[in-house]
Structure formats: C-alpha cells, structure tokens
C-alpha cells in the first residue's frame, strides 16, 4: 500500500527566513503528488500539486516544490516566509488510474514562523 | 471555495449513542470522502463514494457506515459512539477531471 512520510512534525522558523518541508513517498508506477495547506480550525486547501511535466511546480503563495523520482520525494519550499505562513502542511498522493483514486496523506508538519 | 457543506459542525454526543454526520454538495462531483483527523496521523480514509449508493471502505472503517442515496449527499453514521472516534471529520469531495480533492470545513465530534 501507498505510504507518505513527512519526517519533520514541527518546523520553527524564523519570518523572512527560507523553509523546506520534507516529504517522501513509497514508490509506485505512476503517482500524483499534492500539498495541502491547514489555517487553525479551517479545512484543506490545495497548495499545489504534481501531475506530470516540469518536476518544478508553483504554488500559491509563494511555495514551490520539487518532485524527484528517483528519490520518491516531492519537498515544499518558500525562499521567505511570513507569519501568515503558520499552519500545517500536508503531503498527498494517488495512484493508479483515474478511477477510484484515493488519496494517502503523510502525517503533517506544523510551521510555526516566528517575528 | 468548493461548494461544500458539513453538518453539524460541532457534536457532543454520549457514548453507545448514534450519530450521523452530513456532507452535502453543489459541485455535482462523482468522488465523495470521509475521513478522520487525528493529531499525528493526518488525514485518514474512512469510507469513499464512487457514485450513488457506490461505497467502499477505507483504512479506518470499522464501527462507521456510509449511505449516499443522492450525487450531492454523503452522510457518515456512527451506529454506536466511542470514545475512540473522538476526531475532526472532513468531507471531501473529486470531480472525474479534475484530480485534486476539495475538502469542507470539518465536524468536531466529542464522545462523552
């Protein structure tokens, strides 16, 4: 079965500073791979994410991520973070084909940036 | 945001008791989702819809069932609260073109 970890529950970083967070996945076949974002009592919004093509995607935000196959990973980076950035991140995948995808989501990591 | 709803958004419900979360659509998309948010687990999948009166269990089904008799609705009963099921449950809801998932604001639920 799928698997995603993200090795890092927390991150404290400092504002204007830069951030990855990390996230790696058990290698498949074909694979989407997805951030999503958690604001403090709200639901999932999408950050960005990887269906194929250029292994660099923008997101919202500022954020960007990197895929790498051969290292089964998709890390989240921001070059300069704001307070605003504080919440938690998620990393998901699917795979297969389109039917009756499901996700896998990896465990999280809270960012907490810091004046 | 995605046309989503979850009802209600906070529970507290007492132990043995029956309990049945709402999540209602307006997007008129095939996929449907239940899961659970736990601290240190993430996001897991209770039960998914593929279409009307299509369901399929997830990873963390047992003592939850799933009923969706129309597109836009999907409710999750819990036929006899525990403790244990004390989470945040979030809908979330596919298009069959699009890939990513949109998810509802979240149901806090308390068992007593």
């Known amino acids: 079965a799928q698997s995603v970890t993200q090795l890092d529950s927390q991150v404290p970083v400092f504002e204007e500073a830069p951030v990855e967070l990390r996230c790696n996945y058990s290698?498949?076949?074909?694979?989407?791979l997805f951030w999503y974002v958690q604001y403090p009592n709200q639901g999932l919004q999408l950050l960005l994410k990887y269906l194929s093509g250029s292994t660099l995607v923008k997101g919202i935000n500022g954020f960007e991520a990197e895929f790498n196959k051969s290292q089964t990973s998709f890390h989240l980076r921001k070059p300069s973070v704001h307070i605003s950035d504080t919440a938690e991140y998620f990393c998901a995948v699917i795979t297969g084909d389109n039917y009756g995808q499901n996700f896998v989501f990896g465990p999280g990591t809270r960012l907490s940036v810091l004046p | 945001d995605a046309g989503i709803t979850q009802s209600p958004r906070h529970k507290v419900t007492e132990t043995g008791t029956p309990v049945t979360l709402r999540c209602h659509q307006t997007?008129?998309?095939?996929?449907m989702y239940w899961y659970r948010q736990d601290p240190g687990h993430g996001l897991r999948l209770i039960h998914y819809s593929y279409g009307v009166k299509d369901t399929d269990k997830g990873e963390v089904s047992d003592g939850y069932s799933v009923s969706r008799s129309k597109t836009e609705d999907f409710l999750l009963t819990l036929e006899s609260a525990t403790s244990s099921q004390t989470s945040v449950y979030f809908c979330?809801?596919?298009?069959?073109?699009?890939?990513?998932?949109?998810f509802g604001q979240g149901t806090r639920l308390t068992v007593v």
């Open positions: 290698s498949s076949v074909s694979v989407y």
């Open positions: 997007e008129n998309h095939r996929y």
């Open positions: 979330a809801i596919r298009g069959r073109a699009n890939t990513e998932a949109f």
